[in-house]
C-alpha cells in the first residue's frame, strides 16, 4: 500500500511540475493536456486517475502553496509575529528565493491578482485568528483593516521582488518588510 501511494504522489509531481515548466513558456489558455502528458512522460490514464482537467492541476498547485505556508506558520503565533517578524519575514523569502523560477512560474500561471488576493485572505485569516493580537489592534474591526492592509502590503513586496528580479537580498527584503511592520504595529499601541 505504502509503494501505490508514493507512485501517485510521484505522479502528480510530475503532472504539476510538468505544467509549472509548459506554462513558463507559454500562456495557460495555450496549453493541451496532449502537451502536459508528454512532458511529464505519464499515460492520459493516469492523468485523469488524479485530475479532472487542467484547471484542477492549477488549483491544486495553489493548495499546495496554502498547505506549506500553513506547515510554515503552524507554531507561529501572529502576536509573537507582530512583536519580531523578521525571521518568518527572512523564512519566507529564503524559501522564494530557493524556488525563484518556480515561484515566477506560478505567479506567472495563475492570474497574479488571483493568487495575490488568496494569500492575503489566507494571510489575513492568519492574523485574525489570534485573539490577543485583535484585541490589541483594538478590536475585530479594527484588526480586519489592518490585516487585510498588512497582508497586501507584504504579498504584494514580495511578488513585486519575484516579478521584477528587485536586486536586493533575502536578508534586505525581509528586514525592510519587518520594519514596516513593526513601526506600523507601535502606531496602534500609542492610542
Do not use: C
Not at 502528480?12 to 506554462?23: F, G, H, R, T
Not at 488568496?118 to 490577543?132: A, F, G, H, P
Amino acid at each position: 500500500m505504502g509503494g501505490n501511494n508514493r507512485m501517485v504522489e510521484k505522479s502528480k509531481k510530475a503532472i504539476k511540475d510538468a505544467l509549472l515548466e509548459i506554462m513558463y513558456e507559454k500562456d495557460f489558455k495555450h496549453i493541451t493536456v496532449n502537451e502536459l502528458l508528454k512532458r511529464a512522460n505519464i499515460s492520459r490514464g493516469t492523468f485523469y486517475a488524479h485530475f479532472s482537467n487542467l484547471d484542477d492541476v492549477r488549483h491544486q498547485l495553489i493548495d499546495d502553496l496554502f498547505a506549506h505556508a500553513d506547515y510554515l506558520f503552524g507554531d507561529k503565533k501572529p502576536i509573537d509575529l507582530s512583536r519580531d517578524p523578521y525571521p518568518v519575514m527572512l523564512m519566507a523569502a529564503d524559501m522564494m528565493l530557493e524556488s525563484r523560477d518556480p515561484a515566477k512560474r506560478l505567479f506567472k500561471f495563475v492570474s497574479v491578482y488571483s493568487l495575490g488576493t488568496n494569500l492575503k485572505t489566507w494571510l489575513t485569516k492568519y492574523i485574525l485568528s489570534d485573539e490577543e493580537l485583535v484585541q490589541k489592534l483594538g478590536g475585530e474591526e479594527s484588526a480586519t483593516i489592518a490585516a487585510r492592509f498588512i497582508a497586501g502590503g507584504v504579498m504584494h513586496a514580495y511578488n513585486l521582488w519575484i516579478q521584477e528580479d528587485f536586486p536586493v537580498s533575502a536578508e534586505f527584503i525581509a528586514q525592510t518588510l519587518s520594519k514596516i511592520l513593526v513601526g506600523g504595529l507601535r502606531a496602534f499601541e500609542e492610542n
